[in-house]
């Protein structure tokens, strides 16, 4: 079992975190600049997570493994193109690629625990429509909170050391609902509330596409869309905002709900449909024809030059195509060959990065994920721009929340960081 498997990788990991603050607490990993403390911590090495690691050279890497691999290794539905987000998640905890018959337990594991409350359903019903769908989905998950067996276990006494097992089950019991919440948002607010129920026998990402009401292999979308965004580190706003809620014994709930809202800001989430947004500004002005490379270019470079950027390329981190680009465009290439829009994000691929490089300001000139993820949802009909950020939620929430029971089994403490006035930093920096 999934659980027993995690206690034992527990059980070898607490000793070197111990070792570590104990023996060399004091070593120095990283400096800290006025830029640093200023501009957001950006690239301040001062968190730790085991599960991701963003490599400048390969894109994100789940427990040490590429996307490329863990798309090739993880264990598939029968039928399937792409893997059991539950294996993804047994990967996530435990660092191992499960066999089949452990994805098929993970899978096991979640169906059991898939069913909504329904006050949750009253949540999302109480709501006026308009509202804003990443609104509801934060307050749905809030609402759950009352199931918390943390908060049981922890009124109850229990000791520190034991922290992550009710969390481990807060865990699953909030992922194996999320598809439900997100497909009963969909529906209240873009299908005048006609809901389909869950399919018992579906894997998470089937289920999910059976309740949108979608056609495959909109399920194996779903599939890939959630692990592709699962985890990016712990840095980002709404790895990090998980993290730090959690720190002060907030319940998963909570915390995710609280990385929900952070996810939401327009400067995180909702790139995905800026660019589809903006890709669909191009067909227009292209009287809805697809031109040719040369017209391509000069519209780039007429775009560029008028001071505006291209949306979709560059990373602040990747010196590459963005491998979660790569993974959708593999997808689109098979599934999307003549949908019109791929059409365009394929030509921009082409031309682009060249014209990027030609004007020297971009670091990296490569497309990444947000480049490409719109427009297969809107292929397969999911044209509700403000709905994204909810798919991109689902599949975060799987990292965090693997994140999280790590956190509680190394027993972390409180986040704390300490802050400076201005002045303090005017002191310090004529003291240069």
Known sequence: ????????????????????IKEYGDKVIDEVTIA?????????????TDISYLDPEEGIRYRGYTL???????PKPP???????????????????PTAKEAEDTFAEFQKRRELPDYVLDVIESFPQGSHPMAIFSSAILALSKESEFNKQYNCGLAKQSYWEPTYDDALNLLAKLPSIGANIY???????????????????????????????????????????????????????????????????????????????????????????WLQDVRKKMDGRVPNETEMKQFVWDTLNSGQVIPGFGHAVLRKTDPRYTVQREFALKHLKDDELFAYVDLLYKVVPDI???????????????????????????????????????????????????????MYP???????????????????
């Open 36 to 48: 640093q403390t200023i501009g957001g911590m950006r690239g301040l090495k001062c968190l730790v």
């Open 79 to 97: 039928g399937a193109e792409m893997p059991y987000v539950e294996g993804l998640f047994y990967l996530l905890l435990t660092g191992d690629i």
């Open 356 to 410: 990027l490089r030609e004007q020297g300001k971009a670091k990296n000139p490569w497309p990444n994920v947000d480049s490409h993820s719109g427009i297969i949802q809107w292929h397969y009909g999911i044209n509700n721009y403000d709905f994204y950020t909810v798919l991109f939620g689902i599949g975060r929430a799987i990292g965090v929340a693997a994140n999280i029971i790590w956190d509680r089994a190394l």
């Open 187 to 277: 529906s209240k607010l873009y299908q005048d509330g006609k809901r389909i129920h869950p399919n018992p026998d579906l894997d998470l990402g089937g289920n999910f596409a059976h309740m949108m009401g979608v056609d495959k292999p909109y399920d194996d979308v779903s599939r890939m869309y959630f692990i592709i965004h699962a985890d990016h580190e712990s840095g980002n706003v709404s790895a990090h905002t998980g993290h730090l809620v959690a720190s002060a014994l907030s319940d998963i709930y909570l915390s995710t709900s609280a990385m929900l809202n952070g996810l939401a800001g327009p400067l995180h989430g909702l790139a995905n449909q800026e660019v589809l947004r």
């Open 414 to 432: 409180l986040e704390r960081p300490k802050s400076l006035t201005t002045a303090m930093l005017e002191t310090l920096a004529g003291k240069g």
């Open 1 to 20: 079992m999934l659980k027993e498997a995690l206690r034992q990788k527990i059980e070898e990991h607490r000793p070197r975190t111990q070792k570590l």
């Open 68 to 74: 490329p691999e863990v798309f090739e290794k993880l």
